[in-house]
């Protein structure tokens, strides 16, 4: 009975730390990130799945297990919501497209450089199709998110060395 019991308390330990959405490599920046969800859902946060892919990310159920199956603490990769209730939380979701992209990272536009549009092409193609053409709308509004987010970073550093030279 004790050794049955300390399987069991094994085993759920193992779960626990299997389920944590926690992710250590991100290889994808917080702009790449906020320009992914801008161009796939406009950052609409409410719990929402269309044609399966589903958060802000839309993340498919395939995308999620290629990932690693992240979940929520309350869940186990077994658990029935656990794909929904992790890509519908924005964290989860977010630990997701990094455990994807730190798996199945490559230079997609082949500049020999991996980089934000070649997570983008990743996201939206999968890691089998990504040096195939982008649909245009994606292509356009992720593109002008990336434009804006290093106009933003200019202006930062341009404001900072003003801020120093006075």
């Not at 859902?41 to 589903?54: L, R, Y």
């Not at 199945?104 to 934000?116: F, L, R």
């Not at 939206?124 to 649909?135: S, V, Y």
């Amino acid at each position: 009975m004790f050794r049955l019991l300390v399987n069991l308390a094994s085993l759920w330990l193992l779960l626990n730390c299997i389920s944590s959405y926690e992710v250590a490599n991100k290889p994808v920046t917080e702009d790449c990130l906020d320009c992914l969800c801008e161009t796939m859902s406009g950052c609409n946060s409410s719990a929402i799945c269309v044609n399966g892919a589903c958060g802000i990310f839309r993340i498919t159920w395939g995308y999620w297990v290629q990932a690693g199956q992240l979940t929520l603490s309350k869940d186990t990769a077994l658990s029935d919501d656990a794909f929904t209730n992790c890509v519908n939380d924005p964290y989860c979701a977010a630990n997701t497209v990094q455990n994807y992209m730190y798996k199945h990272g490559q230079d997609c536009n082949n500049d020999e450089v991996i980089d934000c549009l070649d997570f983008g092409a990743l996201h939206k193609l999968g890691n089998l199709k990504c040096r195939d053409e982008l649909p245009y709308i994606f292509q356009k509004v992720f593109q002008r998110c990336l434009k804006a987010k290093q106009r933003q970073a200019e202006e930062t550093v341009t404001k900072l060395i003003e801020e120093t030279s006075t």
